[in-house]
């Protein structure tokens, strides 16, 4: 079992900054990658970024150049950066652990923590 914890979420005016963290904790070993998914209301949820062991990172093309996750691969953690925020990034955000493809795409698996809420006003 893999249990994660997120937070950091919160209300930020359009253009501001927002940093969001993830804890991961249990049987993490098995998997080399962790992400960011978001869900918007009337939406699918989203891969947002994923980062594996190593640094390897790919971004969704709507958050490209604003948005940066990171890890400390030493305290199981994951975190994501949110930058020139826009009201269309507003969405409950949620950590996910997985593992990368050999074709570079990311795999989540099926753990979620209660994930953190996200809203930008215009």
């Known amino acids: 079992q893999v249990q994660l914890v997120e937070s950091g979420g919160g209300l930020v005016q359009a253009g501001g900054s927002l940093r969001l963290s993830c804890a991961a904790s249990g049987s993490t070993f098995s998997f080399d990658a962790m992400a960011w998914y978001r869900h918007a209301p009337g939406k699918q949820r989203e891969l947002v970024a994923a980062?594996?062991?190593?640094?390897?990172?790919n971004y969704a093309d709507s958050v490209k150049g604003r948005f940066t996750i990171s890890r400390d691969n030493a305290k199981n953690t994951v975190s994501l950066q949110l930058d020139s925020l826009k009201p269309e990034d507003t969405a409950v955000y949620y950590c996910?652990?997985?593992?990368?493809?050999?074709?570079?795409?990311?795999?989540?698996?099926?753990?979620w923590g209660k994930g953190t809420l996200v809203t930008v006003s215009s």
């Open positions: 996910n652990i997985g593992y990368y493809r050999p074709n570079n795409r990311y795999a989540g698996m099926d753990y």
């Open positions: 980062v594996s062991s190593g640094g390897f990172t």
